[in-house]
């Protein structure tokens, strides 16, 4: 299923649990329309813009520049919603989750992680889905639907509701980097995910420089050169094995986008240079893809691409195939690509007490037990067929 089919079958849904229209997630040439459409001046787009994505209001009764009748008309038409935190947690190393419940029903999970220099937030697109990588929680899940612009762009202001960052601090942000990581594949919701990180990235609202922004993908080879252009962010690959052969079994993407035409769409990716780079991630997979003749083979892959490496040892989650390599295994390998000229930090493993980890990520709706493990299987199944077909 190409990107553009993916995104008109599983589309939003339209759902206003009270009729009104949420103001999340319009553009500003469609906040503007909606102005007009109910009689009241363009220049209001821009108040709204400001209250909404500056100084994160959800009531229109604080707006105090809008005149009292334009507040009470707004409020009759609009909401400026959120989602509904179903759970809130909190990890022994200060990452925290939030299992978030959308108007029909539906629940994603984003995850905070601080650090001494920033505070990353990462951001789901879909709800499950339409991978099968074997490593990745969110694997097992079923594709629902993808998020629409206003739920991707509600879980950075919900977060920001939640750390207390209103109005947008110009420094020392507890929010300073967008990482697209969470649940699903962004390049499989492209234009719902641009649409969101232009608002984030907008200037006089939520105000996060695209340089502070990253999409990660499994390698949806024809999305990857419009994302660069269009967007210009920061580009991660999820590559975790450096043969087809491996690859196909443990990303089953690979089948429909093998690895030499993944490399090809890397080194033309617009604006890449030794000053930015690409970043593969490697998940480290005891016995599997953890040797140093598979360092070897990393190094020659990349060979002719400004990389950088993120070593991942493997986060389980209940059911999981595989281990997490050894420290020594990965301090090997590590060493094998940084001797080669490549920076392989290994990402310390954050929120793992609380299931926050890298892959794995899962709407705790959908729960994975030893009596689902047939059922398992099957739907992966469906969905390899699915993608190779």
Known sequence: MSASN??????????????????????????????????????????????????????????????????????????????????????????????????????????????????????SSQVGCTLTCRFCHTGTQRLVRNLDASEIVAQVMLARDALGEWPAPPDGRMISNIVMMGMGEPLFNYENVAKALK????????????????????????????????????????????TDELRDIIMPINRKYPLKELMDACRNYPGLNNARRITFEYVMLKGINDS?????????????IPSKINLIPFNPWPGAPYERSTDKAIQVFGDIVNNAGYASP????????????????????????????????????????????
Request: charged share 30%; proline share 3%; with cysteine.
């Open 6 to 123: 993916h995104a008109a079958a599983f589309a939003l849904p339209a759902t206003d649990a009270d009729g009104r229209k949420n103001l999340v997630g319009l553009s500003r040439d469609e906040l503007e329309a909606e102005m007009l459409s109910i009689g009241l001046e363009k220049f209001r787009a821009r108040q709204l813009w400001h209250w909404i994505y500056h100084r994160g209001a959800t009531d229109f009764t604080v707006m105090t520049t809008l005149a009292k009748p334009v507040r009470e008309k707004l409020a009759e038409t609009y909401a400026v919603a959120r989602p509904t935190v179903v759970r809130d947690l909190k990890s022994v190393d200060g990452t925290r989750k939030w299992l978030l419940r959308m108007p029909d029903g539906q629940e994603v999970e984003s995850v905070h992680i601080p650090e001494e220099d920033r505070g990353t937030l990462c951001v």
């Open 199 to 242: 608002i984030v990235m907008d200037g006089d609202g939520v105000s996060i420089s695209k340089r502070r922004i990253t999409l990660s993908t499994s390698g949806v080879v024809p999305a990857m050169k419009r994302c660069g252009e269009e967007l210009n962010v920061n580009l991660a690959v999820s590559l975790h094995a450096v």
């Open 292 to 304: 140093p003749a598979d360092a070897r083979a990393l190094v020659k892959l990349l060979d002719g």
């Open 346 to 389: 290994v990402r310390t493993t954050r929120g793992e007490d609380i299931m926050a980890a890298c892959g794995q990520l899962k709407s705790a709706s959908v729960r994975l037990s030893a009596a689902d493990r047939a059922a398992i299987e099957k739907v992966l199944a469906e969905k390899d067929a699915a993608l190779v077909g």
